[in-house]
């Protein structure tokens, strides 16, 4: 495979683009680090918030769970109540090689899990969302990564091909179900690493750093 063949990059939001972490939110709740991650790990934990990504209502989601830990009320609304809290800003690296990918003639899209509410909010808040061609959101198909549904939906909305595709994620889970239909994907560590990559594919305009 070489550059001139990817005509189209897809692009994770949260851990790639966006620095979202709970735990940005938490730590100034708990004092006891070793609590936050009982809670993270054990109440409000990624399986929970998977419905959350799939469009369920997050509101609701949280007074259920909150019904059921009464000791952690306050913490289990903040998921709602606080939820821009959890994310930090943007990785402006990661940023800057976007609009190199984007200035290189190559399509860009967001294929992300997120709650619909949260992207409308962080479609306003980062400017660099205004790069993409498109976005395909979990929250808003009903389906969410690793699932192959998401990934047809975002070659057959946009007319792209898998051998033509580039997808960067910085979840393992995510980048081999890609790859299993074809599509060209990259583990995210950071962004010199997929800068190096997309070098090796030899694309062209894309700098060292």
């Known amino acids: 495979m070489v550059g001139n063949q990817i005509s189209a990059m ?7 683009l966006i620095d979202w972490d709970p735990r940005h939110l938490y730590r100034k709740l708990f004092s006891d ?13 990624p399986e929970w918030h998977l419905a959350h990504d799939l ?8 007074q259920r769970l909150a019904a059921l830990h009464p000791g952690y009320q306050e913490m289990i609304m903040a998921w709602f109540d606080r939820g821009e809290e959890m994310v930090a800003g943007q990785f402006d ?14 399509r860009c899209y967001s294929l992300s899990n997120m709650e619909p509410h ?20 979990s929250g808003i198909e ?10 047809h939906i975002l070659l057959d909305r946009n007319f792209l091909s898998p051998e033509a595709t580039l997808f960067v994620d910085d979840s393992p889970p995510n980048v081999q ?27 062209p305009r894309i700098s060292p750093e």
């Open 55 to 62: 469009g369920a209502d997050i509101a609701a989601s949280c």
């Open 10 to 16: 897809a692009f994770d939001l949260g851990g790639v």
């Open 177 to 203: 179900a890609a790859r299993a239909l074809g599509i060209n994907a990259v583990h995210y560590t950071d962004a010199r690493q997929i800068r190096r990559e997309l070098r090796a594919l030899g694309i």
């Open 118 to 137: 949260a992207f409308a909010i962080r479609r306003a808040r980062f400017p660099f969302m205004n790069c993409f061609d498109g976005h395909v959101i």
């Open 142 to 151: 009903g389906v969410a990564k690793p699932d192959p549904r998401i990934f």
């Open 93 to 106: 690296q990661t940023v800057r090689l976007l609009t190199e990918v984007k200035a290189a003639g190559i």
């Open 33 to 45: 680090p070793v609590e936050m991650e009982n809670f993270l790990s054990q109440i409000c934990t």
